[in-house]
């Protein structure tokens, strides 16, 4: 194993101490764990969604309009 740093929040910390009091564990062997569950699942797909290409606009310029689409004020 090999030592490393990071920072926490003060609430964080906290619950993690508590955590690792309670289950009379280290707070490095909580983050281990943490980290390799995370690690273990599968990550969120980051593709389109499923409606992507599905409708028509009845435009032929949205792609080059898209940010004033995006962006313009929806109350106008």
Known sequence: ???????LDDKLLAAL?????????SVAFL???AVARYL???AA???LPSVTGRFSSG????AE???EFL???PHE
């Not at 194993?1 to 920072?7: D, G, H, P, Y």
């Not at 101490?17 to 564990?25: E, L, N, P, S, Y």
């Not at 435009?59 to 949205?62: A, G, I, K, Q, S």
Request: no cysteine; net charge positive; charged share 45%.
């Open 1 to 7: 194993m090999r030592r490393t740093s990071l920072f």
């Open 17 to 25: 101490k508590r955590t690792a009091r309670r289950d009379g564990v």
């Open 31 to 33: 983050i281990r764990e």
């Open 40 to 42: 273990a699942s599968p």
């Open 45 to 47: 797909p980051l593709g």
């Open 59 to 62: 435009r032929e310029d949205t």
């Open 65 to 67: 309009r898209a940010d």
């Open 71 to 73: 962006w313009r004020d």
